[in-house]
């Protein structure tokens, strides 16, 4: 693995964690004599001393009191930072090593080229149930063609325009983890269903069915909890991450690193007082606005 490293000029530079690791502060004064990247970490060698930085979340990074956002770095991308143009690093992660697909388990559910392990949504679970054979492959079809038309891929985005239907995996999951970046507009309103099951919520806290309330609770919920501990929302523009662990039917999320969801059971919707299947698809919910999505990673979990 590898980096490229371009340093203009010294200057002194803080690394702070974001700030649910605020514990972790990384403090590196004088001259940059190399950037070591290992997986999902990064070793700084300044002046002699070593410094080592997790880049498997974002990364705050502050100086002279400016401050910017270094993106957790994914296989061939690079990421830039500068200050007031005095020093400029840009890392780049070797596409042949990423860890992504490595020791940590996780697998690309999308492949930043093409919908390839995607297909259009055809309906709800007691929807599909009801079709025959012959009907389901006609509307999976109909739902292809659709999703092709409405899902595009823009510089390794995923970009739906805000008409057609949700997009879904074509393989189903048990137990798992998912990390996924998510962006919307102005009055976005999206989530990520789970097993099939809807849903981990995604929209603008500021729209009025929003009331405020920010992302990543289990919108459908009605005897468990069903919103977020806390707004953790980034400003509507930004890239927002999900890390969404289930086990059984328990959910947990982090949103933008913050705990959001602390082990709480989702409910089956379509079938009330039912448990949540056993198994399903990861969907990305189609509610009629502009969605973008990258970094769509999974671990299958025991």
Same mark, same amino acid.
């Given at each position: 693995?590898?980096?490229?490293?371009? +340093?203009?000029?010294?200057?002194?530079? +803080?690394?702070?964690?974001?700030?649910? *690791?605020?514990?972790?502060? $990384?403090?590196?004064?004088?001259? %940059?004599?190399?950037?070591?990247?290992?997986?999902?970490?990064?070793?700084?060698?300044?002046?002699?001393?070593?410094?080592?930085?997790?880049?498997?979340?974002? +990364?705050?990074?502050?100086?002279?009191?400016?401050?910017?956002?270094?993106?957790?770095?994914?296989?061939?991308?690079?990421?830039?930072?500068?200050?007031?143009?005095?020093?400029? %690093? *840009?890392?780049?992660?070797?596409?042949?090593?990423?860890?992504?697909?490595?020791?940590?388990?996780? !697998?690309?559910?999308?492949?930043?080229?093409?919908?390839?392990?995607?297909?259009?949504?055809?309906?709800? #679970? #007691? @929807?599909?149930?009801a079709m025959s054979s012959a009907e389901l492959k006609d509307a999976q079809r109909e739902a292809n063609q659709s999703a092709k038309r409405h899902w595009k891929v823009d510089d390794g985005?995923? *970009?739906?325009?805000? @008409?057609?239907?949700?997009?879904?995996?074509?393989?189903?999951?048990?137990?798992?983890?998912?990390?996924?970046?998510?962006?919307?507009?102005?009055?976005?309103?999206?989530? %990520?269903?789970?097993?099939?099951?809807?849903? !981990?919520?995604?929209?603008? #806290?500021?729209?009025?069915?929003?009331?405020? !309330?920010?992302?990543?609770?289990?919108?459908?919920?009605?005897?468990?909890?069903?919103?977020?501990?806390?707004?953790?929302?980034? #400003? %509507?523009?930004?890239?927002?991450?999900?890390?969404?662990?289930?086990?059984?039917? *328990?959910?947990?999320v982090w949103l933008n690193g913050d705990l959001v969801v602390d082990e709480v059971p989702m409910e089956n919707h379509w079938y009330r007082g039912q448990p949540v299947f056993p198994d399903g698809p990861i969907e990305l919910q189609h509610h009629g606005s502009v969605l973008?999505?990258?970094?769509?990673?999974?671990?299958? $979990?025991?």
């Open positions: 693995m590898y980096c490229n490293l371009f +340093v203009t000029a010294c200057a002194a530079m +803080v690394f702070l964690l974001a700030p649910h *690791v605020s514990a972790d502060v $990384i403090s590196i004064e004088g001259k %940059i004599t190399s950037i070591d990247v290992k997986g999902r970490t990064i070793t700084i060698e300044a002046d002699g001393e070593e410094q080592t930085l997790d880049v498997s979340r974002k +990364v705050k990074v502050s100086s002279g009191g400016k401050a910017t956002t270094l993106e957790t770095l994914k296989s061939g991308q690079q990421a830039k930072v500068s200050y007031h143009d005095e020093l400029e %690093i *840009v890392l780049k992660i070797d596409a042949a090593n990423d860890s992504d697909g490595g020791e940590d388990g996780f !697998v690309p559910l999308f492949n930043g080229r093409d919908l390839s392990g995607w297909q259009g949504r055809v309906g709800d #679970p #007691p @929807k599909i149930a985005v995923l *970009v739906y325009d805000g @008409k057609g239907t949700s997009l879904t995996t074509i393989k189903h999951y048990r137990n798992f983890e998912l990390r996924i970046d998510w962006k919307i507009e102005a009055g976005g309103d999206s989530g %990520i269903y789970l097993r099939g099951c809807p849903q !981990v919520q995604v929209w603008d #806290p500021a729209k009025s069915s929003a009331n405020g !309330v920010g992302s990543g609770g289990l919108y459908n919920n009605k005897r468990n909890p069903s919103q977020p501990s806390r707004k953790a929302d980034r #400003p %509507i523009g930004e890239w927002n991450t999900f890390r969404i662990r289930m086990i059984g039917p *328990v959910v947990t973008r999505f990258r970094n769509i990673l999974i671990k299958e $979990i025991e």
